[in-house]
């Protein structure tokens, strides 16, 4: 169970200064905005004797997309999770959009949104309905419009009007992109963003992220088990195993420190502990 700040569940529930927050920030970024618009340090997350996240470090430019990739248990989602303010770090620092996570995180968390299809949505509510109440959250002006676009471009229109409980598993992983891109983020956490989705639809919804963060400028972290996404979409990736960052680079400079023609294999080298052996075969 994670361990929550101002009460249970996930995401964290919007409370009255969330929405001040969100009601006075501007929808672009001030001047003076800092170049790195992520900027992680000394990030650590214990359980007791078990570190899920092992003071890991780093920083994501204006614009860049930055991904996280590691097994089951390398402290991907806690990461994220610690990013969006719902895990309460053990120790470290968090900065998003200028603002430290720990002291005035509704300032950035205002725009900022996040994606994980498992993380359900009310199941008894219509997805239009579901969007319609983060929209409100987020005070997203002319929002039925904003549906409308949105059901457009994730192809929700047959199952707009559906309970989200009656969704198939692709479906709810549109639905809660969606849910994500309702406010126009600044910033976009992306936990699995196409999973469960077929070969062909996963491809133009990878398009739709790539023409939304040219478009709007948005900064991407994603966590993800699909290798060929992460090469698509990812300027930088972290390597995560047990917690720690244990290799960083692009795409291209990860196949050619590791001599190998896919992130898959180079994932396998990591996990197994065989880059000594590549090493010395090249």
């Given at each position: 169970?994670?361990?929550?700040?101002?009460?249970?569940?996930?995401?964290?529930?919007?409370?009255?200064?969330?929405?001040?927050?969100?009601?006075?920030?501007?929808?672009?970024?001030?001047?003076?905005?800092?170049?790195?618009?992520?900027?992680?340090?000394?990030?650590?997350?214990?359980?007791?004797?078990?570190?899920?996240?092992?003071?890991?470090?780093?920083?994501?430019p204006a614009?860049?997309?930055?991904?996280?990739?590691?097994?089951?248990?390398?402290?991907?989602?806690?990461?994220?999770?610690?990013?969006?303010?719902?895990?309460?770090?053990?120790?470290?620092?968090?900065?998003?959009?200028?603002?430290?996570?720990?002291?005035?995180?509704?300032?950035?968390?205002?725009?900022?949104?996040?994606?994980?299809?498992?993380?359900?949505?009310?199941?008894?509510?219509?997805?239009?309905?579901?969007?319609?109440?983060?929209?409100?959250?987020?005070?997203?002006?002319?929002?039925?419009?904003?549906?409308?676009?949105?059901?457009?471009?994730?192809?929700?229109?047959?199952?707009?009007?559906?309970?989200a409980g009656?969704?198939?598993?692709?479906?709810?992983?549109?639905?809660?992109?969606?849910?994500?891109?309702?406010?126009?983020?600044?910033?976009?956490?992306?936990?699995?963003?196409?999973?469960?989705?077929?070969?062909?639809?996963?491809?133009?919804?990878?398009?739709?992220?790539?023409?939304?963060?040219?478009?709007?400028?948005?900064?991407?972290?994603?966590?993800?088990?699909?290798?060929?996404e992460v090469?698509?979409?990812?300027?930088?990736?972290?390597?995560?195993?047990?917690?720690?960052?244990?290799?960083?680079?692009?795409?291209?400079?990860?196949?050619?420190?590791?001599?190998?023609?896919?992130?898959?294999?180079?994932?396998?080298?990591?996990?197994?502990?065989?880059?000594?052996?590549?090493?010395?075969?090249?």
């Open positions: 169970m994670f361990e929550t700040r101002g009460g249970a569940g996930w995401p964290d529930r919007l409370c009255p200064a969330a929405m001040d927050a969100i009601a006075a920030t501007p929808d672009h970024a001030p001047r003076d905005a800092p170049k790195d618009v992520i900027t992680v340090e000394h990030l650590t997350k214990r359980y007791g004797a078990t570190l899920a996240v092992d003071d890991i470090g780093f920083a994501v614009g860049g997309t930055v991904g996280l990739l590691g097994g089951n248990g390398a402290g991907k989602t806690t990461t994220i999770a610690l990013m969006l303010g719902i895990l309460i770090p053990t120790t470290g620092t968090i900065r998003i959009l200028g603002h430290d996570m720990a002291r005035d995180r509704f300032a950035a968390l205002a725009r900022m949104n996040f994606s994980s299809p498992y993380v359900a949505l009310p199941s008894r509510l219509s997805v239009a309905e579901n969007l319609r109440v983060y929209g409100h959250l987020y005070d997203v002006p002319h929002i039925e419009r904003r549906i409308a676009e949105l059901a457009d471009d994730l192809e929700l229109g047959e199952f707009l009007h559906r309970p009656q969704l198939s598993a692709g479906q709810k992983t549109r639905v809660a992109l969606a849910k994500a891109l309702i406010n126009r983020p600044a910033v976009l956490l992306l936990d699995e963003p196409t999973a469960s989705l077929d070969p062909d639809t996963g491809d133009w919804v990878r398009g739709l992220l790539e023409r939304y963060r040219a478009e709007s400028g948005c900064t991407i972290l994603l966590a993800s088990h699909n290798m060929a090469e698509r979409l990812c300027d930088d990736v972290l390597m995560l195993k047990r917690g720690r960052v244990v290799d960083r680079g692009s795409p291209a400079d990860l196949l050619a420190r590791y001599g190998r023609d896919d992130l898959v294999e180079v994932f396998l080298d990591i996990a197994r502990d065989r880059r000594q052996a590549v090493e010395l075969v090249a």
